[in-house]
């Protein structure tokens, strides 16, 4: 393997690894900041207990995962040397405002927080979480601007060898950045949801702490129902987006081989690169996938093969991908649904195979999200900055094969440590009963 492609399985461990650790903490510091709401509005100590309990479980993945990301930013300057010359100058601008405003917005609130227990008011001290949970969300707009940028540039003139900035209010303003802000905070929304409510149904099937497990399973339902809902309509709009800026990546997603006018869905499909056609088609929706795509039943889909084959990117994992992510979406809302139905209607502990459900359903939305930066940059491909700077024109020349080895291993060494002290850290703190 040349360096280029063993610097994008290098990029694509690390930040596959990074995003175990964000959607959990950008969510549980939300249900953490409303549960702690709860307790300074009401004065009931039962949220108090549950904001402390939810609360330590966001510290511990924020503290074991956060360094995870820092590495990707080394890694623009040293694996990807020819693309920082490139764009630097404006890619850099959102990571920067990221790293000095937001992150440390975060980490300061963060600490007070922590050692404010005794010395702020209540009120004062529930809006601290929300100063948190307000700058990690902060750092996700920061960072998903910036892959915004990559997906769909604006805002730029190529001058010379690089780009330049023209307008940063374009970069601000990328509809495409947008969309996966909306998307991404929902699905991290959803799953911090399931965990509350994972965690929350394993002490019901222990009955420890019955009256305040049921209160935070209730609130994780509800939160759950909303935010699934949410994800499926933002990755819709984002559907369209992709359509309008990224005809290859769409076209990759539905396995659409040739361009058609009306375009029908069909549920169950299996692409076959080889003969660039799909075989056991099931389930077809007339007009179905023009009307997903562009929310118009007649509009004419661009197929695969109106494109330069070296222009797309590989059909199979992005279609795989892309068909899992939605599934499992909807899988989402059917089990929040049936929560919410149980825990509002006071049957929840009388279902117990619900309750075994649960703590296993917390893995589908990390499963969910990974699926969803597959889609997002494999969909990419062959482009690290769509129509602008193809992938193999963007790697460092002054590295070797064996340098991104070596720095590899070290990563999955690491990063593999890290991401089992997490799990372990998080299973034995979420087994304690609150204080
Ligand atoms: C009907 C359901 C869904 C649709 C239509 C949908 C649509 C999409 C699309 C089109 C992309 C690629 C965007 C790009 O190229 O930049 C994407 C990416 C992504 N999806 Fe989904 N998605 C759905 C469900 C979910 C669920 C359930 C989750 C997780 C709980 C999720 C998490 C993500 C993430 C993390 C990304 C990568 C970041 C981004 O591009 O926003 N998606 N989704």
Not at 121 to 146: D, E, N, R
Request: some cysteine; charged content about 15%.
């Amino acid at each position: 393997m040349n360096v280029e492609a063993l610097s994008r399985v290098q990029f694509a461990v690390v930040a596959l690894f990074h995003f175990l650790f964000v959607p959990l903490t950008l969510g549980l510091s939300v249900l953490t900041a409303y549960m702690e709401t709860r307790y300074a509005v009401s004065g009931e100590e039962s949220f108090l207990r549950a904001a402390k309990y939810w609360g330590r479980l966001f510290l511990i993945n924020f503290a074991v995962g956060v360094v995870t990301g820092i590495t990707l930013e080394f890694q623009f300057g040293m694996n990807w040397a020819r693309y920082s010359k490139f764009v630097g100058d404006i890619f850099g601008a959102p990571l920067a405002i990221e790293a000095t405003v937001a992150f440390f917005l975060e980490s300061t609130m963060i600490g007070l927080w922590m050692f404010g227990w005794t010395r702020l008011s209540k009120g004062l001290h529930a809006l601290v979480i929300w100063l948190v949970a307000f700058a990690s969300t902060l750092s996700a707009v920061w960072i998903l601007l910036a892959n915004g940028w990559m997906q769909h540039p604006v805002g730029y003139a190529v001058q010379g060898s690089h780009a330049v900035l023209t307008s940063f209010r374009a970069v601000l303003g990328n509809v495409y950045g947008w969309s996966k802000i909306f998307h991404t905070l929902s699905a991290a929304y959803t799953l911090a949801s399931f965990f509350v409510m994972g965690v929350s149904a394993f002490h019901l099937i222990r009955k420890t702490e019955t009256d305040l497990f049921k209160k935070t399973f209730r609130i994780g339902a509800t939160f759950a129902l909303v935010c699934s809902v949410l994800v499926i309509v933002a990755g819709d709009f984002q559907g369209r987006v992709v359509a309008d800026y990224q005809p290859t990546k769409l076209a990759a997603m539905e396995a659409q081989w040739t361009t058609e006018k009306s375009a029908p869905f069909y549920v169950i499909e299996f692409p076959n690169p080889k003969s660039e056609s799909n075989s056991a088609r099931a389930l077809k929706i007339p007009k179905g996938l023009s009307l997903l795509a562009y929310h118009d039943p007649d509009a004419t889909v661009k197929g695969l093969e109106d494109f330069p084959s070296s222009d797309l990117p590989p059909v199979l994992v992005v279609f795989t991908a892309f068909r899992l992510m939605v599934g499992l979406g909807f899988l989402f809302v059917l089990l929040a649904l049936v929560a919410v139905i149980l825990s509002y209607g006071g049957t929840l502990e009388r279902n117990r195979w619900f309750l075994y459900v649960m703590p296993y359903a917390i893995i589908l939305p990390y499963v969910a999200c990974e699926l969803g930066w597959v889609v997002a940059e494999i969909g990419r491909q062959p482009w690290i900055v769509y129509g602008l700077l193809k992938t193999a024109n963007a790697a460092s020349t002054a590295i070797t094969p064996g340098d991104v080895i070596a720095s590899l291993i070290g990563f999955i060494a690491i990063y593999s440590s890290l991401a089992v002290a997490d799990l372990f850290l998080l299973t034995k703190y979420a087994k304690k009963i609150p204080a």
